[in-house]
C-alpha cells in the first residue's frame, strides 16, 4: 500500500486553518486586544498565520493586507503604530490568503520535494520535515488562542 505523502502533508492545513478561523470568529471583542502570553491575542493569530507562510518558504510571497512586521512575538512596543490594521476581517482576509498561498505552494510541489534536504534556519532536514514543523507550530499557537479563550469565557476550537 503506497501513502501519497504530498496529499497528507496538505491535508493538515485546511484542520489547522479551519481551527484557527473558529478561533477569531470565538474571540470576545474584550479579549481581541487583550495580553495572552505576553502579546495581544490579535498579534498570535497574525503570527501563526504569516509565520506559516514563511516555514513555506516559496520564491512568490504572499500579499497580506496587514504589514507582516505586526506578526513578530519578539517585543511589540511598535504595535501602536499600525492602529486598526488588525480587526477580525482582516484577519479572516489574511487568513484566505494564507490559504490560497498553501494551495499554489502545494500544487508546485513534486513527491520528490519532500525528500530534498533544506535549510531550517541553520540546521538541515527534509522539506517534508520542515512542512511538518509548519503544522506543529501553526497547532502550538491555536493551543495558546484556545487556553486564553477558555479562560475569557470563549469557545476553544478544540
Known amino acids: 500500500m503506497s501513502i501519497d505523502l504530498k496529499k497528507e502533508m496538505y491535508g493538515a492545513f485546511p484542520f489547522v486553518l479551519a481551527s484557527l478561523k473558529a478561533d477569531i470568529n470565538n474571540c470576545p471583542e474584550a479579549l481581541w486586544e487583550k495580553r495572552c502570553g505576553g502579546n495581544p491575542y490579535w498579534q498570535q493569530v497574525f503570527h501563526a ?5 514563511q516555514l513555506l518558504d516559496s520564491v512568490e510571497k504572499p500579499n497580506f493586507p496587514i504589514p507582516i512586521e505586526v506578526a513578530s512575538l519578539q517585543g511589540s512596543e511598535y504595535i501602536s503604530d499600525y492602529d486598526g490594521v488588525h480587526s477580525k476581517e482582516l484577519m479572516l482576509e489574511s ?8 494551495d499554489r505552494y502545494f500544487e508546485a510541489l513534486s513527491d520528490d520535494d519532500l525528500a530534498k534536504t533544506v535549510d531550517f534556519y541553520g540546521s538541515e532536514m527534509t522539506l517534508f520535515n520542515k512542512i511538518g514543523i509548519a503544522t506543529s507550530h501553526i497547532m ?3 493551543g ?15
Not at 49 to 53: C, F, N, P
Not at 95 to 102: A, E, K, P, Q, S
Not at 144 to 158: E, F, I, P, Y
Open 49 to 53: 498565520i504569516v509565520s506559516t507562510s
Open 140 to 142: 502550538y499557537h491555536i
Open 144 to 158: 495558546a488562542l484556545d487556553a486564553a479563550l477558555r479562560d475569557n469565557g470563549g469557545k476553544a476550537s478544540m
Open 95 to 102: 487568513l484566505d490568503v494564507l490559504m490560497t498561498y498553501i
